[in-house]
């Protein structure tokens, strides 16, 4: 019975001990946060980008435009001699349209992927130099994290800041600041 007593007081230190060290590097834990798409939006690289974004997806935009009025066309002249050729025929032309819209379909994937691919190339440098700023400047207020204040959605990751937190480790206008804008 002593025994178990004695296990149980250590067991009990222990698990106090485990539970008071987190707690202390908590609060020896400095949490900045940033918003990066508020500092990209000044950049002003973001307008050239945009621009070269918008002329791409206008450029593929008229291409699939191209290829639908085609397919269209296409369907519209079976439409019209579906009923005086041979059910051979029909068959043949309904392969070749399935064919066709499959082949516009798989064009509209590839115009997206292409569209996602040039984003990332276009807006990779602009995302290096504001990732590089943010290092900076947390380095230079000894933060050990820095939070994104937003998805990139736009959706809010954080819910509230107090007035003296938002002032002291909102860390977006030093940023902006290292970036010279």
Excluded: C, W
Excluded at 51 to 65: C, D, P, S, V
Excluded at 119 to 138: F, K, S
């Amino acid at each position: 019975m002593k025994n178990a007593i004695i296990f149980s007081f250590v067991s009990l230190i222990a698990l106090v001990s485990l539970a008071a060290a987190p707690a202390a590097s908590a609060q020896d834990m400095t949490i900045g946060f940033v918003e990066p798409r508020a500092i990209l939006e000044r950049m002003p690289e973001m307008s050239a980008v945009r621009q070269r974004l918008q002329n791409f997806a206008e450029r593929k935009q008229n291409e699939l435009g191209t290829k639908e009025r085609e397919l269209q066309t296409e369907i519209e002249l079976y439409q019209q001699k579906v009923g005086v050729i041979s059910e051979t025929a029909r068959q043949q032309e309904e392969e070749r349209l399935t064919a066709l819209e499959t082949e516009f379909r798989q064009l509209q994937t590839e115009a997206q992927q292409e569209l996602q691919q040039r984003q990332a190339e276009l807006m990779g440098p602009l995302l290096q130099q504001v990732q590089e700023a943010i290092d900076t400047v947390a380095a230079r207020r000894g933060l050990d994290y820095v939070l994104n204040q937003t998805t990139s959605n736009g959706d809010v990751i954080i819910l509230y800041v107090s007035p003296r937190v938002q002032e002291e480790y909102d860390i977006t206008d030093a940023v902006m600041q290292e970036l010279g804008i």
